[in-house]
């Protein structure tokens, strides 16, 4: 089981950016696949932006390609999350999780950071 930690949260304005930190531990990661997802008020959570940890190879929903950008520090065991150019339909609270395999579900889960984007 991989422990997560989020971190990087808070509110910002209408074409602001923050990045977001998911420290993680309690395994070893180079079989793992990273992901960022979201859930606005009212709404089911969705996925945002997925990373294997081993190759680097990255992946974004549609409505976030271009302004967000999802990375990793294998030395400190943490994955980021770049948002640019932020809109308030972005804001939600952001969970990163991580799953074992490219066809495993997302088994470990973070406790989330609040983004909030004001127009």
């Known amino acids: 089981q991989v422990q997560l930690v989020e971190s990087g949260g808070g509110l910002v304005q209408a074409g602001g950016s923050l990045r977001l930190s998911c420290a993680a531990s309690?395994?070893?990661?180079?079989?793992?696949?990273m992901g960022w997802f979201r859930q606005a008020p009212g709404k089911e959570r969705e996925f945002v932006a997925g990373?294997?940890?081993?190759?680097?190879?990255?992946w974004y929903t549609d409505s976030v390609k271009g302004r967000f950008t999802i990375s990793k520090d294998n030395a400190k065991n943490t994955v980021y999350l770049q948002m640019n150019s932020l809109k308030p339909e972005d804001t939600a609270v952001y969970y990163c999780?991580?799953?074992?395999?490219?066809?495993?579900?997302?088994?470990?889960w973070g406790q989330g950071t609040q983004v909030t984007v004001s127009s």
């Open positions: 999780a991580a799953a074992r395999t490219t066809s495993s579900s997302f088994g470990s």
């Open positions: 309690g395994r070893t990661f180079s079989t793992y696949v």
């Open positions: 990373i294997r940890w081993s190759v680097g190879i990255t």
